[in-house]
């Protein structure tokens, strides 16, 4: 039995499954292995277990003759060629459900960080720029009572409009459906995306990378956008055309946008680096040390119920 995993995961999630046969685990150190090198150490597999950051393609998949299962331990796989794997009849999980307060967090502290201007203003204090408090210095928007505009109303989107609740904002969201239990819990009304664009002060983005939410964000949603809202990037890079984004914060279509993910992660549209108006984070939304090592540990009992034949806990539909 050789279980390939793609990157180091914490021990406690290791462990189980070095029992279970021979683990080979990637690399510790970034770049993120090419689609080759994964087609290479996956070829002899019988199990692999894959993070959100390491593609799993069809050609890798169609070359592995002896693989049986994939795992992720990321709520969204999409970097896993899921017809493929049907193709062959490999089951694949995925570790949905732990993340969402965690990544509420991360979210909306990116949100406040963009709407009062934080990375900026650390930037400036970092320089040595700060020589006496001004009444005009880092102006940003005020987030409480603003209107929040959720892009995907799952279990994501509702934590964090949970918490934009607490700061007693009106909240509008859009979805390929109502969620009316959401609605009673938040006072949230269903609009469609373009009375959305219009209307909200901050849109944050929850929707997973589909055909459909591929540049979802694209120059005329931007354009559809208050010139004074902010944009919150959090779900996959993809939902949003990057080099329009680069251009509408450049041209103040929109005056700011908070990202956490990218178009071709880990690489960063150039021109965005560039602007003051935008905090970039590392797909960092999710990072708490419980979160994660229990998303990793999901994975692993994945792994364990397919190799004792039980259910899988949490298969890919
Ligand atoms: C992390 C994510 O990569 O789960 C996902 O789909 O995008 C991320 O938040 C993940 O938490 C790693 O387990």
Redesign the pocket.
């Known amino acids: 039995m050789r279980i390939v995993v793609t990157r180091p995961i914490p021990d406690v999630a290791l462990a189980p499954l070095r029992g279970r046969g021979d683990v080979a685990v990637g690399p510790a150190e970034p770049p993120i292995p090419t689609p080759d090198e994964v087609r290479d150490a996956i070829r002899e597999a019988d199990v692999v277990y894959t993070?959100?950051?390491n593609p799993v393609s069809g050609d890798a998949i169609r070359g592995a003759r002896k693989l049986r299962m994939i795992a992720t331990?990321?709520?969204?796989y999409d970097n896993i060629d899921v017809g493929a794997a049907k193709e062959r009849g490999i089951p694949v999980t995925f570790?949905p459900g732990i993340?969402d307060e965690t990544?509420a967090d991360g979210v909306f502290a990116l949100l406040l960080a963009t709407a009062r201007r934080l990375g900026e203003a650390e930037r400036f204090v970092r320089a040595g720029k700060f020589r006496g408090w001004t009444p005009t210095m880092f102006l940003g928007r005020d987030v409480h009572h603003a209107t929040l505009g959720v892009v995907g109303m799952g279990r994501i989107g509702r934590a964090l409009s949970r918490r934009a609740k607490g700061f007693a904002m009106r909240i509008l969201y859009t979805d390929a459906r109502r969620n009316e239990d959401a609605e009673r819990e938040l006072g949230a009304t269903f609009v469609p995306l373009d009375q959305l664009l219009r209307e909200s002060d901050v849109v944050t983005l929850h929707v997973p990378l589909l055909p459909e939410t591929r540049h979802l964000i694209d120059a005329a949603a931007l354009r559809k956008m208050k010139r004074t809202a902010i944009l919150i990037n959090s779900s996959r890079g993809p939902v949003v055309d990057e080099k329009a984004l680069a251009e509408a914060l450049r041209e103040g279509v929109i005056a700011g946008a908070g990202l956490d993910v990218y178009e071709r992660e880990p690489s960063v549209e150039p021109s965005l680096l560039a602007l003051e108006n935008v905090v970039l984070l590392p797909?960092i939304?999710?990072a708490s040390e419980a979160?994660?090592t229990r998303?990793?540990v999901r994975a692993t009992e994945n792994i364990l119920a397919f190799l004792d034949g039980k259910p899988l806990l949490d298969p890919v539909p």
């Open positions: 993070l959100p950051a331990m990321g709520t969204g570790a993340l990544t797909h939304a999710s979160t994660r998303m990793a």
